[in-house]
């Protein structure tokens, strides 16, 4: 009975461990890969190009006229009344607009915005430039014309960063049916622009 008892348990056991299911897979998920994270820009980048271009790569530029500059254009438009006012004299060659016509032309290569200041003050911080001029007609033929300016850049510290003298001479021809005062103008915006274009 002890026998029976012991080969009926062994069975039992047998057939529980034949049919034991094996323990389920479980499948885990792939972690997925965090992407790195992107390097800031440089401080020193974004300072560069947010901060406003100066000195003389400034995209602007004031003129302000020194009172010498005053005075030379007050002489040529004396210098033009005087002479139209004379008995079949006609009209003069001499231009004192010009002047400003040609320097803000000048500017205008290197710098995108330009403003010629009557008054004698600054209107707002920035580069700025003193157009310091002289000029003088010939009287009579054989009589030279000349046109000598110095134009002094500050920064908006009012530091001078460049300094350009420019200059220009013709004659008055004979007979004397002109000045050929243009033509000491244009040879002193000439000087002028070279140097501009030269200055760093």
């Known amino acids: 009975m002890k026998n029976g008892t012991s080969?009926?348990?062994?069975?039992?056991?047998?057939?529980?461990?034949?049919?034991?299911?094996?323990?389920?897979?479980?499948?885990e998920a792939t972690p997925k890969p965090v992407a790195p994270k992107q390097r800031s820009e440089s401080k020193s980048s974004d300072k560069s190009s947010s901060t406003a271009e100066t000195g003389m790569n400034s995209r602007s530029v004031q003129v302000i006229m020194t009172d010498n500059t005053k005075a030379a254009i007050a002489y040529l438009r004396n210098?033009?009344?005087?002479?139209?006012?004379?008995?079949?004299?006609?009209?003069?060659?001499?231009?004192?607009?010009?002047?400003l016509d040609q320097l803000r032309r000048s500017l205008s290569?290197?710098?995108?915005?330009?403003?010629?200041?009557?008054?004698?003050?600054?209107?707002?911080?920035?580069?700025?430039?003193?157009f310091d001029l002289q000029a003088h007609v010939g009287s009579v033929s054989?009589?030279?014309?000349?046109?000598?300016?110095v134009a002094t850049f500050k920064n908006s510290a009012g530091r001078t960063i460049q300094t350009i003298?420019?200059?220009?001479?013709?004659?008055?021809?004979?007979?004397?049916?002109?000045?050929?005062?243009?033509?000491?103008?244009?040879?002193?915006?000439?000087?002028?622009?070279?140097?501009?274009?030269a200055a760093r």
């Open 109 to 130: 290569t290197r710098f995108s915005n330009v403003s010629i200041l009557s008054g004698g003050g600054s209107g707002k911080s920035g580069l700025t430039m003193l």
């Open 79 to 99: 210098h033009v009344q005087t002479y139209e006012s004379m008995p079949f004299a006609g009209k003069s060659d001499v231009r004192p607009d010009e002047i």
């Open 142 to 149: 054989f009589t030279t014309n000349t046109v000598s300016f």
């Open 7 to 27: 080969v009926l348990v062994g069975s039992l056991l047998l057939f529980l461990s034949a049919h034991r299911l094996p323990a389920p897979i479980r499948e």
């Open 165 to 197: 003298s420019a200059s220009g001479s013709s004659m008055i021809p004979y007979p004397n049916f002109s000045t050929q005062f243009p033509k000491a103008v244009s040879k002193a915006f000439a000087d002028f622009s070279q140097k501009l274009n």
